[in-house]
């Protein structure tokens, strides 16, 4: 850092957890190779980005057919970023279900400092097992509900709650369809601030242009944790974009520790060798934003609207009406044939 | 408008005016051809976008060598967008200096609804003239502060004022270098509703990821016409995001009258036929966005910092830290020098 840049906020601290390594992968069909993950890991430690996560865009154990196999294995992944991670913490993600025990067990073995698992907003059951078996082997184990638009702050409270007594260290939400406005944010995340005494965490999606002001409006409403992204890196509208959240965090007061000349190198090498270009917000974006549709839904929107000829903005609206999740991809043909149905009328 | 689409807002309206073919044309050189103009203009006036600005972007009598020819002439611009829009205003933008009163006269020849005069956030009264010209000439006139971070909220009020004493129909605010945040612009546009009657307007760039958000913020704080470009196509990191505003404020409850399913066609269009790629943040964007450096300067920036071997920047922190506005152009190699002298001391 120069004498020439601003100096940093000195007051409260804010966690940065950095995904480009893990929902970044999403962007590139999780096809990043050893030498991308090890350049990007030893520039985010440089720059003293405190947590670091990789592996498939799924988590562990995800790589499959079906949501896509990742380039390097699991095993591959995890010790190119032990190796490359000096002070940086290693941060791993799984989805119960994609994820088993024994991917816990081989994450334990390369030394993942941070496990953290996702479910549904109102599914933290399912993660109940997995924080017990973490809490045992005595890993800093974090809970996150993903699409969490689609329910109550006040049942996100309660989930969170939950998430605590299974032995989540940290709770949080990801807005995973880019939906909320800061006002959402500020509701949902001071719910869980009074609900659990854990710090609280928050990940953005940029569909609505707001991952910035939304993650200000968490650490404002009292998260502790902000999710972000090297220049947004992510599918669709991308991530929170960590080299902008940063300053603007330390311009507001808050302190992340970071430095922002290395974090801008991290970011530069980032754009340079990770994905083809940084995330932009098209129209598809805004609408799946707007709807809170899953914007993994995005390609089979698209396919079957061409073949049924019907505007496929009408599809994603109506699959928000219809709280279409993540594996609910036949609705999509349902609600194009309604469509169409409708219109022959 | 399909009726799958959300139902758009029905509180205070708010006049958005496109920038697109105006601003926009900043990344492009200033090449944009007839084609392109008169199909992006057809789809705004589509879409029912109240006011569409055309020129280059410098504005009116700007194309020159110094800050790059345009393709087409301000009369060929002018003419083509003016058989273009049937519902739309057409806009004009004019910085005095570059522009002259003969350059008013051929916009008013053109039929153009809208003249904004631009100046410095402190040289109001170089508008003067020109305003005065305009109100005789029965034009609505428009004032706007440029590079408006670099005074008080109350020196922005009281500039608004004296625009609207010399005729201006409605004032605003630039915030040319993308350094304002949400409470930044809380407080100026607030000092500016209190002080004048007429429209108050808000213009801004997404250098730190705040463009929505603080244009969100300007109308809360009681400004009437927010500007925006299709995909943010602008210089750097770009103007406010049209497509993703104008959403975003329907949900909040404000009326744009804008048809949603017709402003992404717009947005699509703009993609594909007016700019390289639509605008992305990168660091040097970061950064002057953090310094509150006019972007224009980032070129010669880069040239100067690499030929002395210095960090750029540091350059722009440099450039910040001395108020550095467009024109002052030597400053650039003065900073540079002077980092270079201050390492090998």
Same mark, same amino acid.
């Given at each position: 850092m120069s004498a020439s840049a601003p100096s940093g906020g000195t007051g409260k601290p804010v966690l940065i957890y950095d995904a480009s390594l893990r929902d970044g992968h999403h962007a590139v069909r999780h096809q990043l190779g050893r030498d991308q993950l090890r350049a990007y890991a030893e520039a985010a430690d440089a720059a003293g980005i405190p947590m670091v996560e990789v592996g498939h865009g799924n988590g562990l $154990?995800?790589?499959?057919l079906q949501v896509g196999q990742a380039r390097l294995s699991d095993d591959e992944m995890l010790s190119i970023v032990r190796e490359s991670l000096r002070d940086s913490a290693m941060a791993v993600f799984m989805l119960p279900g994609w994820g088993t025990t024994a991917d816990l067990r081989r994450a334990i073995a390369h030394e993942a400092d941070v496990v953290r698992i996702g479910t549904h907003c109102t599914e933290g059951d399912l993660a109940e097992r997995h924080l017990g078996f973490l809490r045992e082997q005595g890993v800093q184990a974090q809970a996150v509900l993903l699409m969490s638009h689609m329910t109550s702050a006040e049942r996100l409270a309660h989930e969170c709650a939950r998430l605590v007594e299974f032995g989540a260290n940290a709770v949080g939400i990801m807005d995973s369809s880019g939906h909320y406005l800061p006002a959402d944010v500020t509701e949902r995340i001071g719910a869980m601030r009074a609900a659990v005494e854990v710090p609280v965490m928050f990940h953005a999606h940029n569909n609505l242009g707001m991952a910035v002001a939304n993650s200000i409006a968490a650490v404002e409403a009292g998260a502790d944790i902000l999710d972000a992204c090297a220049r947004g890196f992510g599918a669709g509208a991308g991530n929170t974009q960590l080299e902008v959240l940063v300053p603007v965090l330390e311009r507001m007061g808050f302190s992340t520790g970071i430095d922002l000349y290395g974090l801008l190198d991290a970011a530069d090498l980032a754009e340079r060798t990770l994905m083809p270009a940084p995330p932009t917000i098209d129209s598809v974006s805004v609408v799946s934003g707007l709807a809170g549709?899953?914007? $993994?839904f995005k390609t089979r929107v698209l396919d079957i609207a061409r073949r049924e000829d019907v505007d496929p903005r009408d599809v994603f609206f109506e699959l928000g009406k219809r709280q279409a999740v993540a594996g609910q991809e036949d609705l999509i043909v349902e609600v194009a044939l309604a469509l169409k149905a409708a219109r022959s009328a």
């Open positions: $154990g995800a790589s499959s549709v899953f914007s $993994g």
